[in-house]
């Protein structure tokens, strides 16, 4: 199992990504593949589950304008701003028989990670900073950097949270109505790296979307999709990504002609807006 930080300073920076739909069957077949040649990847961050045999899963909240002014542009253009927050955690299944409720079965990190990712023609650049959950509403609110917070992403990056900090406020100030949370995608996550940081594969399933409710973070320690609220759709494809600073070696472009097939234009974000904006639509009279 690679012990690679949670995200590699290399393969956030400025860095090509490709995204493929792929019907399961293909998906395991790749994902064999992948197995053969990379060292799995998983969270060793703060908090990180080290218990072996878990399943893990990603939950992001995604932030608009109360006129979807992300969205619009994510739909119209070639380039694409995003501003998320990510919480993973773990399901130990194997404990099932060794625990009485369903809660000590999940493991989750104590640090909520949000997001600045902008996209142009296929290349991608992603900055982050890691936020302590009991922190997370008053960030929100005031835009505080506390110690804590400082010593994650000095531990996580070696760098500074305020030149994250003032790139977020530098694009909430591009909108005439604030961000808020929009739109909440839930999967399960399978992920690939190499050993010099440059070359990382995901394969993503049973992607669920929904609506950000009003007490997105709430008292409760974890965004599991139990507590999302009511499922708005989903996605019955797997979707592929790969982040690399280089080409891709010949073995992975042959398994991904073979079991991937044509790159998509496929976006979480899209699709979870469009699955909340239809169930919105079909509410109206």
Same mark, same amino acid.
């Given at each position: 199992?690679?012990?690679?930080?949670?995200?590699?300073?290399q393969?956030?920076?400025?860095?090509r990504?490709?995204?493929?739909?792929?019907p399961p069957?293909?998906?395991?077949?790749?994902?064999?593949v992948l197995?053969?040649?990379?060292?799995?990847?998983?969270f060793?961050g703060p908090?990180?589950?080290?218990?072996?045999?878990?399943?893990?899963?990603v939950?992001? %909240?995604?932030? /608009?304008?109360a006129?979807?002014?992300?969205?619009? $542009? @994510?739909r &119209?253009?070639?380039? =694409?701003l995003?501003?998320?927050?990510k919480?993973?955690?773990?399901?130990?299944?194997?404990?099932?028989e060794?625990?009485?409720?369903?809660a000590?079965?999940?493991?989750?990190s104590?640090?909520?990670?949000?997001?600045?990712?902008?996209?142009?023609?296929?290349?991608?650049?992603k900055?982050?900073?890691?936020?302590?959950k009991?922190?997370?509403?008053?960030?929100?609110a005031?835009?505080q950097i506390?110690?804590q917070m400082?010593?994650?992403?000095?531990?996580?990056?070696a760098?500074?949270?305020?030149e994250?900090?003032?790139?977020l406020v530098?694009?909430?100030?591009?909108?005439?109505?604030p961000?808020?949370?929009?739109?909440?995608?839930?999967?399960?996550?399978?992920?690939?790296?190499?050993?010099?940081?440059?070359?990382? %594969?995901?394969? /993503?399933?049973d992607?669920?979307?929904?609506a950000? $409710? @009003?007490? &997105?973070?709430?008292? =409760?320690p974890?965004l599991e999709?139990?507590?999302?609220?009511p499922?708005l759709g989903?996605?019955p494809?797997y979707?592929?990504?790969?982040?690399?600073?280089?080409?891709?070696?010949?073995?992975?472009?042959?398994a991904?002609?073979?079991?991937?097939?044509?790159l998509a234009?496929?976006?979480?974000?899209?699709?979870?807006?469009e699955a909340?904006?239809?169930?919105?639509?079909?509410?109206?009279?």
């Open positions: 199992m690679s012990q690679a930080p949670h995200v590699d300073n393969l956030t920076a400025d860095r990504e490709l995204k493929f739909r792929v069957t293909g998906a395991r077949l790749l994902a064999r197995s053969e040649r990379l060292p799995q990847h998983r060793t908090g990180a589950n080290a218990l072996p045999g878990a399943r893990h899963f939950t992001t %909240v995604y932030f /608009d304008t006129d979807f002014e992300l969205y619009q $542009a @994510a &119209t253009c070639e380039g =694409s995003k501003v998320r927050a919480e993973y955690y773990d399901e130990n299944l194997a404990l099932t060794l625990v009485r409720t369903r000590a079965l999940v493991h989750s104590p640090i909520l990670w949000v997001e600045l990712k902008e996209s142009v023609t296929g290349r991608s650049r900055r982050r900073i890691g936020i302590p009991h922190e997370v509403a008053r960030f929100f005031t835009g506390t110690e400082l010593e994650i992403q000095r531990r996580t990056y760098t500074a949270s305020q994250v900090l003032d790139a530098e694009v909430c100030r591009r909108f005439t109505t961000l808020c949370p929009s739109v909440v995608v839930n999967y399960r996550r399978t992920a690939w790296q190499d050993e010099d940081e440059s070359l990382r %594969v995901t394969i /993503d399933r992607l669920a979307f929904f950000a $409710a @009003a007490n &997105t973070w709430p008292h =409760s974890r999709r139990q507590h999302l609220g499922k989903w996605d494809l979707i592929v990504e790969v982040k690399c600073l280089g080409g891709l070696p010949p073995w992975l472009q042959e991904l002609d073979t079991h991937a097939g044509e234009r496929t976006s979480k974000f899209l699709a979870a807006s909340m904006l239809r169930a919105q639509n079909h509410k109206d009279p």
